[in-house]
């Protein structure tokens, strides 16, 4: 089987994505990534500001219209959505092998 | 306002020195062509940043700025197309990078190596043309005999060619020199773009992430 062109995601935009499922701008973003990952994962601002713009570019979120005129509010889209899906199953299809072949 | 002239090819030198400066009580507030100009304030405890990006639409602009605001960096200085993005630490305990991870860090090197390359590209149709068009010889560089226009010139000899010789090299020299500066111009840009571009693969496999 083929395996998607954009697997395997990196870890911030996995958080990101995720993060993602529900509007917010960057840096309630950055919080949430940060809470999402128990921590380990905390983003300083102009590594998230390029992170976003290469997931805009991919085509894995997009803005939303909101009131706040000063900061960009984004969402994940069908595309975004589908690619965190196909990640998650390699990371779980990781785990599960990984039982069974008896390292814990 | 304090005017200081410096130029710095390493943006983490730059960085260091303007904290160093604001340390020392001179807040950057406006970056020229020719240098710095600083406010006098208080001595400051504090880091400066930074970063490397054009933006073309206001809105863009606005949102970057808030999103490093929200995160405790106050933007100080640069504009939409002047690409340097200066950012003073707001907060004492807060983040002292504005980069976590190399690949990030080492992208801005890319951006600004990336500006010096299309700056020379667009020098080099201009200086093309100047050679064919022949305002551009470039065999005089390698025969500067060739900007003396004086018929005879180096036939004459004694006080007669001194006389020849001296009258005309300064016309000479303005001649060779004003069309070298395109050639030296483009040089200078590939130089610069070369140099970011070996300081993004340094940043970018000084330290191997993972595995």
């Known amino acids: 089987m083929k395996r998607d ?65 000063r900061r960009k509010v984004y969402v994940i ?8 899906c196909l990640d998650c199953q390699r990371m779980s299809h990781m785990i599960h092998v990984t039982s069974r072949e008896g390292l814990w | 306002m304090v005017k200081k002239r410096r130029f710095f090819l390493d943006l983490e030198n730059e960085e260091k020195w303007l904290t160093e400066m604001a340390k020392q009580g001179l807040s950057l507030s406006r970056k020229t062509v020719f240098g710095y100009e600083l406010w006098q304030i208080p001595p400051q405890d504090t880091v400066i940043r930074i970063d490397y990006r054009h933006f073309h639409c206001p809105a863009d602009f606005e949102d970057y700025r808030m999103l490093f605001k929200d995160s405790g960096w106050e ?12 950012f003073k630490r ?14 990030s860090k080492a992208a801005r090197h890319r951006r600004l190596s990336n500006l010096w390359l299309s700056l020379a590209l667009a020098h ?11 305002a551009v010889d470039p065999l005089a560089f390698l025969k500067p ?3 003396y226009y004086t018929p005879g010139l180096w036939d004459m000899t004694g006080g007669s060619f001194l006389d ?29 773009a070369a140099r970011s571009e070996m300081q993004y693969r340094k940043v970018k496999h000084g330290r191997k992430g993972g595995f």
């Open chain 1, 5 to 69: 062109k954009n697997l395997p995601l990196t870890e911030t935009a996995y958080y990101i994505l995720l993060a993602l499922l529900k509007p917010a701008h960057g840096y309630l973003i950055m919080q949430k990534v940060e809470e999402l990952s128990d921590g380990q994962v905390r983003m300083a601002a102009g590594t998230l500001y390029g992170a976003l713009e290469a997931l805009l570019r991919r085509n894995f979120v997009k803005p939303v219209q909101t009131d706040d005129s």
């Open chain 1, 77 to 84: 889209t069908d595309e975004g959505k589908r690619v965190l």
């Open chain 2, 75 to 86: 933007h100080i200085a640069g504009n939409k197309p002047s690409g340097t993005q200066y």
């Open chain 2, 90 to 103: 707001t907060d004492k305990e807060g983040e002292t990078q504005i980069f976590s991870d190399t690949a």
């Open chain 2, 124 to 134: 080099l149709p201009l200086l093309i043309s100047l050679i064919y068009s022949g």
């Open chain 2, 145 to 147: 005999r060739l900007l």
């Open chain 2, 164 to 192: 020849a010789f001296l009258f005309e090299t300064p016309f000479a020299i303005m001649g060779g020199v004003s069309w070298t500066l395109f050639p030296v111009l483009v040089c200078l840009c590939i130089g610069c």
